[in-house]
């Protein structure tokens, strides 16, 4: 049999599915590149970083913005991203309030783990060499956390007594503290008489180390909007989410990954007594709002727990305008207490 004609298809289909590639493509970064959104993502943040050195000896990079004199707001992003997560709400707030960005252990311009302790212990103590660094005794912060940000703070609480000394209040959005693959809808469609199959899948998912390309394709742009943004997301907010991930080295996020399919942090809320704003996104795949409800009744101090329509997990980029505005009000009536306490 001549085998020539099957090659010429074989050949065929590649070159067809190359040109189709190609097109998606270029198609994808037209889209990014006329969203308004563009360039406020991309343009990189201005001020330059400072060494923060761990309890372990892990090197962490920090950065404040705004008056030095201003209330402080410190931020903690999520897995596999960077402090370039909070690009929205510091070019909103550093006119009146003193922001704190850090990359997490692992990621960022942050060292890897000391010793590869990717624990949410020692992410919860490496935010308390942040306020050591950044926060004078005697003053207290706003703590803002997006996902595993969130997840550090009840961590950091968990393990300080004495939350009510350092911290002002608390924002914890788009997380959950437990129990994160099986309310996941990631990974959807598996019966619920296979509990066991999704949490293998999803432990599967969370635990990979396979690498993954550095640089942005038509799948992995898709696979960001299905999974980790809402409907509402713009190409640019898509794109900005997609280049996070793709930039945190794949050891980082398997063992972050292995953390949080394990994590237990139910009993630590109560640690958490400082007043405590919730917010979690409708559209949320990764932590739905079903893991914010069952925080809400764990917490000490609610202030309200808020969802945001359409939103997926990537709220502060998503919505920025309405956490900009939920952030300047928690730090407004955080200030206006403080005061209160004083007098």
């Not at 920090?62 to 008056?67: D, E, I, K, Q, V």
């Not at 596999?80 to 997490?104: A, G, M, N, P």
């Not at 980082?252 to 237990?264: I, Y």
Request: aromatic share 6%.
């Amino acid at each position: 049999m001549d085998l020539l004609p099957w090659r010429l298809i074989g050949v065929g289909a590649v070159g067809a599915a190359l040109a189709g590639w190609a097109a998606a493509q270029r198609f994808d970064r037209a889209k990014i590149e006329a969203d308004p959104n563009h360039q406020a993502l991309f343009t990189a943040l201005d001020a330059p970083h400072r060494e923060v050195t761990a309890s372990d000896g892990t090197r962490l990079a920090a950065r404040s913005f705004g008056p030095a004199d201003a209330p402080t707001i410190v931020f903690a992003h999520g897995w596999t991203c960077s402090d370039e997560f909070w690009k929205l709400q510091v070019e909103s707030l550093r006119r009146h309030r003193r922001i704190v960005l850090y990359d997490q252990r692992g990621h960022g311009k942050s060292g890897r783990a000391a010793g590869g302790d990717y624990s949410i212990e020692a992410f919860g103590r490496d935010l308390d060499s942040v306020l050591d660094a950044f926060v004078p005794v005697g003053e207290k912060a706003l703590l803002v956390g997006h996902s595993l940000g969130a997840m550090t703070i009840a961590a950091w609480a968990k393990d300080n007594p004495e939350v009510g000394n350092r911290a002002s209040g608390a924002v914890l959005c788009n997380t959950g503290v437990g129990d994160l693959i099986s309310e996941s809808l990631v990974v959807e469609g598996i019966p619920h008489r296979l509990d066991r199959l999704q949490r293998i899948v999803g432990e599967a998912i969370l635990r990979a180390r396979a690498p993954i390309p550095s640089f942005s394709a038509p799948i992995s742009y898709r696979l960001i909007g299905y999974a980790v943004v809402g409907p509402c997301a713009t190409p640019a907010q898509i794109a900005f989410c997609e280049r996070l991930v793709l930039e945190c080295p794949p050891g980082v996020r398997a063992s972050v990954g292995g953390t949080l399919s394990k994590l237990d942090l139910c009993a630590g809320l109560a640690g958490l007594s400082v007043p405590t704003l919730l917010i979690c996104g409708e559209c949320d795949r990764l932590t739905p709002p079903v893991h914010a409800a069952q925080m809400a009744a764990k917490l000490p101090n609610l202030v309200e727990l808020i969802e945001i329509e359409r939103s997926g997990h990537m709220g502060p980029i998503e919505f920025p305008d309405r956490f900009n505005s939920l952030i300047e009000e928690m730090a407004r009536s955080s200030s206006v207490a403080e005061v209160l306490v004083a007098a």
